[in-house]
């Protein structure tokens, strides 16, 4: 069975850096095209970036040059490096896997950014 699982999320001053990984378990990594969505309280969930399976990458224009999303497909992780957080960052970060007809989610992991 494959599994989504996501790590690294904490609390951090604005200006700050997190780094998420997103760990997939299961064959065929390679295949499946990865996103990290956030949803803040009240706020509907949002795909903040992305990394297809060729790895083309796409972003929000709100992280654009603070965040970076790479792959590394041997470890079967996806990474969301996070740099000059800001509060409006604050969300719960979710990863989502899709592969032909697998659609999965991890648990989520929180950031918060406050001082």
Not at 73 to 100: H, R
Not at 107 to 113: D, I, L
């Amino acid at each position: 069975q494959v599994q989504v699982v996501e790590s690294g999320g904490g609390w951090v001053q604005p200006g700050g850096s997190l780094r998420l990984s997103c760990a997939v378990s299961g064959m065929f990594f390679h295949l499946y095209d990865i996103g990290w969505y956030r949803q803040a309280p009240g706020k509907q969930r949002e795909l903040v970036a992305s990394v297809t399976s060729g790895g083309s990458t796409n972003y929000v224009d709100s992280v654009k040059g603070r965040f970076t999303i790479s792959r590394d497909n041997a470890k079967k992780t996806v990474y969301l490096q996070m740099n000059s957080l800001k509060p409006e960052d604050a969300a719960v970060y979710y990863c989502n896997a899709k592969f032909v007809s697998r659609d999965l989610w991890g648990q989520g992991t929180q950031v918060t950014v406050s001082s």
